[in-house]
């Protein structure tokens, strides 16, 4: 299986709504990533897990949250969301975290905050 | 950080070979140089990576200069469907991960 899965494809949630996004692999990789992606715009990094642990986190506002619960599963955690928030959110993992590996890509959460 | 800059568009009839250039005059030594496809409303994809002077796979080729200041990614016989996003990526000295995408260059095919 060569497959990032994310759920849901689509969430609308109002600006006092908790959400969660979720993505899970199972390729056996150690690295786990979430991106923003606004329209026409490139992929900006948010959070990098590794080994289950947080490793990189782009000075990413608390409203988002991350969850690492497993190797194969990653969460993204919602609350009190903007506006301009709304956007692809993308995850992506690969079997490593060194600069040579491949990521794979989920298809994404189009999210529209309202 | 090493920055990357790309041509932001690009036009092609099909069946023609696509050269797009990426420059990245700050690569660390150990860097290796990643491209990206992405169509819209989907993940990118990979596409192919390389150190230096010349990779191939069965979708393109990689051709990187004794400099490494640069790349190009060559897309032989394009097609309708290589109408996307092509994104070059080279690692973030500061975490060693490849993971910037520059604003990337939008490639159209048409007949």
């Known amino acids: 299986d060569t497959e990032v899965t994310q759920t849901p494809k689509h969430l609308v949630m109002g600006m006092t709504n908790k959400k969660s996004l979720k993505c899970e692999q199972h390729?056996?990789?150690?690295?786990m990533y979430w991106y923003k992606q606004k329209a026409k715009k490139p992929p900006e990094l948010m959070f990098v897990y590794s080994y289950e642990k947080l490793s990189i986190n782009e000075s990413v506002p608390s409203r988002f949250s991350p969850e690492c619960p497993n190797s194969s599963l990653l969460n993204l955690h919602l609350h009190a969301l903007q506006p301009e928030d709304s956007a692809l959110y993308l995850c992506?993992?690969?079997?490593?975290?060194?600069?040579?590996?491949?990521?794979?890509f989920g298809p994404g959460t189009r999210l529209t905050v309202l | 950080l090493a920055k990357t800059t790309q041509p932001i568009s690009m036009d092609s009839y099909e069946g023609q070979e696509v050269n797009i250039t990426c420059s990245h005059n700050?690569?660390?030594?150990?860097?290796?140089i990643t491209w990206y496809q992405q169509f819209p409303s989907q993940g990118p994809r990979f596409i192919i990576q390389?150190?230096?002077t010349k990779v191939t796979n069965e979708v393109a080729s990689l051709f990187i200069p004794a400099d490494r200041k640069s790349s190009t990614l060559s897309l032989p016989r394009v097609s309708l469907s290589d109408t996307a996003v092509y994104y070059c990526l080279v690692g973030d000295s500061r975490s060693g991960y490849a993971l910037n995408f520059g604003k990337g260059t939008s490639l159209l095919v048409t007949p």
């Open positions: 390729m056996g990789h150690r690295a």
């Open positions: 992506a993992s690969s079997s490593g975290g060194a600069v040579w590996n491949e990521q794979f």
């Open positions: 390389g150190y230096k």
């Open positions: 700050n690569i660390a030594t150990n860097d290796y």
